[in-house]
Each structure stands twice: as structure tokens, then as C-alpha cells.
């Protein structure tokens, strides 16, 4: 076997690496919509996010869309995940095999604050009115693999983000690709081998709020009778960044059979808001003829990452086999986030 093809691919993965060398952070709570961070696929959430080169169905519309060439079947995909202090996130997406042209997919993840009291200095208690807070981002993906070991896919991004009567908007790409080669197989096939996955993530414009909630009365002169008091005045906000996340990941499979399968997987995390950090991930699937797939999944979140809340995750779910080709995913992931508490997120997939 000839391993001297791939040395430019690894050669150019460890200088990709480089960078990633633990650093003081020095941008923390400097990005907008940062929703977008939270992590969107109940499999990767069990897996502490360690997904980058493994994604290979409709979840890979947000770890690594080039993942999304790995489908053989039309998807349809619902993620429910209540997130701390009672916000409600949730992702919905389906996607399309286009056969030897590739694969399309589209996406909605949404976030909902609920209800909050508006008050003022005056009454601090509460107006009596409500406000509320929501999220949402829509992806177009596409994704391809030019040979049977190179697989790329890119989204567009809308982000939008609303606070009452004021909102910010902003357009993002995410890009990424995943490599297989037959190091470390079993078997000796390209499917059980190292995988290696590289993205980036929301890439694009920056967010600036405007809204009728920033106008206020401005007296000018407040020490002097005469002059136009409240004027109508607006306060113009600073632009601010987008989450930009960078990962690089590696997967192998020591363990295949019929029936048996044990994957294992580390992603580096670059981010433009903290300092980077490692994921690390395991997935355990039996296989049942006639049924489907049992699924037993674990891992551990932002690996030296200073001060970092998150910590180990677990989950699990079952593939099930129906007929005409069709089948049906259901996962469970949870996840721990220290003195914020734990969160459950619910997944529901169907294969058409």
C-alpha cells in the first residue's frame, strides 16, 4: 500500500495544528449570536462535541458540512434542546441525495428566551408589559466528494437576532472537508480507517442592533430654557463579530465487525472568543439484523479550556431498519455544564 500520497495531507493537517497551542484568552464575550456555539446534533452532543471528522448525515450541517456527502438516503431531522435559565433551543433540517451530484440541505436552528418583565428605574417591579428575546440562523449547504476519499461541502448562513423591538442581522459561510485514508483499518477498508475533518465555522459580517428601543428624548442644553428639548435622539451600537470557530479533528475505528463497531475522536477548537481547547469522543454501535443499530456514546467538552464550565457528556440511541429502505434515528445526549447545571437534548431523524 502506497502511504506516500497521503504525506502532503498530513503534512498539511500538522501545520494546520500549530496554531492551536493553549493561550490566555484575551476576547472573552467580545462575539454576537452566540447561540451558535452551542452545538446542534444530539450524536455530537454525546460525544463532547468531537465530531468535526466523523459527521456523516444531516448533522453535519453544523459540525462540518462536508460530512453531508456521506448521505445515501433523503433526511429529515429534529433536535430538541432545553438550555439553561429555561431558554429553549431546537434545530430542524432535511436533506437530499443528489447521487453522483452531491447532496443539498437546508436548515433552522432557533432560540427562544421566553417572557421577560420590562422595567424601568421607576418601576423596577415591572410595567406590566413583557418582553421577549429569540434567535434564529437558516443554512443552505451544500456538499460533494470529488474522489472516494475526499469529500467538501460549504453553507450559507442568515443570523438574526431580536431583543423586544430592536434586532441585528448578519450573513456567514461555513466550510469544511474530510479526508479517509486506510491508516489504522481493521480491515484494510477506507470506511474503518483515519478520518481527518477540518472546518470553519460562521464566517461572515458582523452584527450591529438598531430598533425604535434605542430612541430616547435628549434635552441638548439642560441648563438653559428655550432650546429644543426631547429631541428624538438614537444610540448608534458597535458592530460586533460573529463566533468564528475553527476545528480539526481526527476519528479511527479500532474495533469492526458485523456487528460490532468502536469509534474513537478528538477535536482541536479554535475560537475568536476564548482560548482553544480539546474534545474527545467514543461511539459504541451494535448492530442487530432485522432491527437496526443500538448506539452508546460518551466523551468530555473544552478540554483545558480556562475556566471552563462544560465536562463530560453521555448518550445513546437506536437506528431502526423499516421498510422500502426507509428508517428511523432517535438519540439521547447529556451534557454537564457545572454550576449552570445539566442539559438533555432530544433528537429525532427520518431516512427516506
Excluded at 44 to 72: F, H, I, K, Q
Excluded at 147 to 170: C, E, L, M, P, Q
Excluded at 211 to 234: A, K, Q, W, Y
Excluded at 255 to 274: G, V
Aim: glycine share 10%.
Amino acid at each position: 500500500m502506497n502511504y506516500r500520497k497521503y504525506l502532503p495531507v498530513i503534512l498539511a493537517v500538522a501545520l494546520a495544528a500549530l496554531p492551536l497551542r493553549a493561550q490566555e484568552p484575551t476576547r472573552i464575550g467580545t462575539t454576537a449570536a452566540n447561540f451558535l456555539e452551542i452545538g446542534y446534533g444530539t450524536a455530537g452532543s454525546a460525544m463532547g462535541d468531537a465530531c468535526v471528522s466523523l459527521a456523516n448525515d444531516l448533522t453535519a450541517l453544523y459540525w462540518n458540512p462536508a460530512g453531508l456527502a456521506e448521505m445515501r438516503k433523503n433526511q429529515a431531522l429534529f433536535v430538541y434542546q432545553p438550555w439553561i435559565a429555561g431558554i429553549k433551543t431546537s434545530f430542524a433540517g432535511v436533506g437530499f441525495d443528489l447521487h453522483s451530484y452531491g447532496s443539498l440541505s437546508f436548515g433552522f436552528t432557533s432560540v427562544n428566551y421566553g417572557d421577560m418583565k420590562v422595567t424601568t428605574m421607576a418601576m423596577q417591579e415591572g410595567t406590566g408589559e413583557l418582553f421577549s428575546a429569540n434567535d434564529l440562523a437558516f443554512s443552505l449547504a451544500y456538499a460533494r466528494k470529488l474522489t472516494n476519499w475526499f469529500a467538501f461541502g460549504g453553507a450559507g448562513k442568515y443570523v438574526r437576532s431580536s431583543i423586544w423591538h430592536t434586532d441585528a442581522s448578519a450573513m456567514a459561510i461555513d466550510l469544511g472537508v474530510i479526508i479517509n485514508t486506510y491508516f489504522f483499518s481493521p480491515n484494510g477498508r477506507r470506511e474503518q480507517g483515519l478520518n481527518i475533518g477540518m472546518s470553519i465555522s460562521n464566517y461572515g459580517s458582523r452584527m450591529r442592533y438598531d430598533g425604535i428601543d434605542l430612541i430616547n428624548p435628549i434635552d441638548i442644553l439642560t441648563d438653559e430654557n428655550g432650546n429644543f428639548s426631547d429631541v428624538p435622539g438614537r444610540f448608534h451600537l458597535s458592530e460586533w463579530e460573529l463566533p468564528l470557530i475553527f476545528r480539526l479533528g481526527v476519528s479511527l475505528t479500532p474495533l469492526y465487525s458485523d456487528h460490532h463497531e468502536l469509534i474513537l475522536s478528538c477535536d482541536a477548537i479554535h475560537p475568536n472568543n476564548n482560548n482553544e481547547s480539546i474534545n474527545l469522543g467514543a461511539q459504541y454501535a451494535l448492530t442487530s439484523p432485522g432491527f437496526g443499530r443500538l448506539f452508546l456514546r460518551g466523551g468530555y467538552k473544552a478540554l483545558f479550556m480556562d475556566h471552563s464550565e462544560f465536562g463530560p457528556t453521555f448518550g445513546a440511541g437506536v437506528e431502526m431498519f423499516t421498510l422500502y429502505n426507509t428508517g428511523v434515528k432517535i438519540d439521547y445526549a447529556w451534557r454537564d455544564i457545572g454550576m449552570l447545571g445539566n442539559v438533555n437534548t432530544f433528537g429525532v431523524m427520518v431516512m427516506f
